[in-house]
């Protein structure tokens, strides 16, 4: 059974920084793409940054220079360090994995499993 559960979620002003965390169980980082997604009220679910099983990674345009995506193996954790925030980047977070990787991989309905997900509001 799979289970992502993501933590460090919080309240920041503009320009802080927050790290969420992604602890997996049922997944094993190291044959799965991982992913972070976001959804502010009233948008649709968009895709922030993925890693695929090589450790390569892939930002949105609006995080770029910003946002990092990592994972640890040994530990099946995925992380988003998130510097410099803006406060359109108040949103749900949520950590998503799915066994194949994929071009489209900013769709959230390309992927099949997904954790329950972090608040992160920004204020200005």
């Known amino acids: 059974q799979v289970q992502l559960v993501e933590s460090g979620g919080g309240s920041v002003q503009a320009g802080g920084s927050l790290r969420l965390s992604c602890a997996a169980s049922?997944?094993?980082?190291?044959?799965?793409?991982m992913g972070w997604f976001r959804q502010a009220p009233g948008k649709e679910r968009e895709g922030v940054a993925r890693?695929?099983?090589?450790?390569?990674?892939t930002y949105a345009d609006s995080v770029k220079g910003r946002f990092t995506i990592s994972k640890d193996n040994a530990k099946n954790t995925l992380y988003l360090q998130m510097n410099s925030l803006k406060p359109e980047d108040t949103a749900m977070y949520y950590c998503?994995?799915?066994?194949?990787?994929?071009?489209?991989?900013?769709?959230?309905?390309?992927?099949?499993?997904w954790g329950q997900g972090t608040q992160v509001t920004v204020s200005s």
């Open positions: 049922g997944v094993t980082h190291s044959r799965y793409c």
């Open positions: 998503a994995a799915n066994l194949d990787c994929f071009s489209r991989w900013s769709n959230y309905r390309y992927w099949e499993y």
């Open positions: 890693i695929v099983r090589d450790g390569a990674t």
